[in-house]
Structure formats: C-alpha cells, structure tokens
C-alpha cells in the first residue's frame, strides 16, 4: 500500500513467515514502513504483536508516537 501524505511519500510493504523445506525452521519477516520526502528516507521495522517501533537507518527501538512525530518533522521539513 501507497500513500502520500502532505509532502511524505508513504509505502507499508507487509511481512510474512518465511518456511524453510525440509526442516522445522521457520523465520517472521517484519512488515516495513518506508516514508520519503525530497530530502530524506525513513525505514523502519515492525513486528507482530511487538509495540516498539525499529529504525533501520539508526539502529534505535522507538514508540509510535516518536515515530509520528518523526513523520510529522520530515513533512514540515519539505514545506518550508
């Protein structure tokens, strides 16, 4: 799914569980959030039933409302 918000450029490409053959192993591949604006990208990671968002480019846990807020600043970033 894609979106545009004010001046964000916002894509959720969903996760799924990736089987291996022939064995018991399986592994969860997160959903992502990539939001872009003329001048930066945001990714970040976001698992299942797990309440912290994670910031690929920065290697930070954060919450969803710092996230928002981080969304916020990029689309003001880009109005100026």
Same mark, same amino acid.
């Given at each position: *799914?894609?979106? @545009?918000?004010?001046?964000?450029?916002?894509?959720?490409?969903?996760?799924?569980? =990736?089987?291996?053959? %022939?064995?018991?192993? @399986?592994?969860?591949?997160?959903?992502?959030?990539?939001? @872009? #604006?003329?001048? #930066?990208?945001?990714?970040?990671?976001?698992?299942?039933?797990?309440?912290?968002?994670?910031?690929? #480019?920065?290697?930070?846990?954060?919450?969803?409302?710092?996230? =928002?807020?981080?969304?916020?600043? *990029?689309? %003001?970033?880009?109005? %100026?």
């Amino acid at each position: *799914m894609k979106v @545009s918000i004010g001046n964000l450029e916002v894509e959720f490409i969903n996760g799924h569980l =990736i089987k291996f053959d %022939k064995t018991n192993l @399986s592994l969860q591949e997160p959903h992502k959030i990539v939001a @872009s #604006n003329k001048n #930066n990208t945001l990714i970040v990671l976001l698992y299942d039933n797990e309440e912290k968002i994670y910031l690929l #480019n920065s290697n930070l846990l954060i919450s969803l409302t710092k996230f =928002i807020n981080l969304l916020n600043a *990029m689309n %003001k970033i880009n109005k %100026k």
